[in-house]
């Protein structure tokens, strides 16, 4: 990576993204949606997460190396929580809801 | 103090030949070295130069930062499991939580990273001022957040609402609410503890970039710092949705 100088005005975009998907997590969990509140909870968790990932923390512009570790980061925590789910949403003996 | 590798051109040359020796190393990187050129004071010797160096030091955080990806990964399985047992209670739980505080401190964390960010920036450009200003912005937004949280906690102290002897809750709700009530103080007590640590980094860094360690050409300690920050502000973003806001639709 050649060192890659963010300019401040993306800061300031990234930073104004992240109010908006604040205030619009806010707003939406008033709302009985059923399942789909934390859905929606949970999308814009994520696309905020991305955004710092990508622009506060520099992965847009960082090495493959790089982007690999942090690829690996969210793939073994797919792992951890899919091997979990798979134990626990299987038994038989609970009923969920 | 005075460098100790650049007043010994020796070393320098003769490190050239093992660089151009290898088959993967890009032209630019070794320009420096074959050049004979003075080396930088805060370049430690296993690296080619500066850019390798920084390389490293991000690499390895985000190394460590997958660790802590994983710390957390399983509070929150244990969270989701638990959740999708007792849905109604932790909805009931969670509305008991001070709402607002929440709020405030999601966006004072997101104020800080914009500072940290701000203050890498300021690092990169040598603006020395402005990054040990941000620097001590990025330390105050985190004492204002762990203020706040300390208010929550001791409004959830006075309404008996830590899990033990004293916990009291609607009947209906009693058992499961107090799972939902240990896994907040677990999570976002943990959180806090990373908030501490953060503020110790950083007023590490503000005191080394007082000094003048941190220069336009070495700044990966404040990189990497600030790799920990935004990565202790992307916990919250999840643990505030998650916790605060999961019961707000019951009344």
């Not at chain 2, 690499?59 to 969270?79: D, I, K, N, P, R």
């Not at chain 2, 020395?128 to 906690?153: C, N, P």
């Not at chain 2, 300690?221 to 990565?231: D, K, Q, R, T, V």
């Amino acid at each position: 990576m050649a060192e890659h100088i963010v300019p401040r005005r993306t800061y300031y975009l990234v930073y104004l993204a992240l109010l908006l998907c604040t205030y619009l997590t806010w707003q939406v969990s008033v709302f009985d949606l059923g399942p789909m509140n934390t859905v929606t909870a949970l999308a814009i968790a994520v696309f905020k997460a991305a955004i710092v990932v990508l622009f506060f923390m520099h992965v847009k512009y960082a090495t493959r190396l790089t982007w690999l570790v942090v690829f690996g980061s969210v793939f073994w925590l797919g792992i951890l929580l899919a091997l979990t789910f798979s134990d626990y949403l299987t038994r038989g003996w609970r009923t969920y809801g | 103090m005075p460098d100790r590798r650049s007043s010994n051109p020796a070393a320098a040359s003769a490190a050239a030949p093992l660089g151009a020796g290898r088959p993967a190393a890009s032209g630019p990187r070794l320009s420096a070295q074959t050049a004979g050129v003075v080396e930088h004071p805060a370049l430690a010797h296993q690296f080619d130069d500066l850019e390798q160096q920084r390389e490293a030091s991000t690499l390895g955080m985000w190394v460590f930062l997958v660790t802590e990806v994983l710390f957390f990964g399983g509070m929150f399985a244990a969270y989701s499991l638990y959740r999708g047992w007792y849905p109604d209670a932790f909805a009931a739980a969670s509305h008991e939580l001070v709402v607002w505080a929440g709020a405030v401190n999601t966006t004072v964390l997101i104020t800080s990273s914009l500072t940290m960010a701000l203050a890498v920036h300021a690092a990169q450009t040598g603006e020395r001022r402005q990054l040990l200003l941000f620097l001590l912005a990025t330390i105050a937004l985190g004492l204002v957040f762990l203020g706040i949280k300390a208010f929550e906690y001791r409004t959830e102290y006075v309404e008996h609402h830590v899990p033990g002897l004293g916990f009291e809750f609607e009947p209906m709700y009693f058992r499961h609410a107090q799972l939902f009530f240990s896994l907040y103080f677990l999570m976002t007590g943990l959180h806090a503890l990373h908030m501490v640590i953060g503020i110790g980094i950083m007023a590490v860094m503000a005191w080394w970039s007082w000094r003048g360690i941190i220069t336009r050409e070495y700044y990966s300690p404040i990189e990497i710092s600030g790799l920990y920050w935004h990565f202790v502000d992307i916990v919250w973003i999840f643990l505030f949705p998650l916790l605060y806001l999961i019961g707000r639709h019951l009344h």
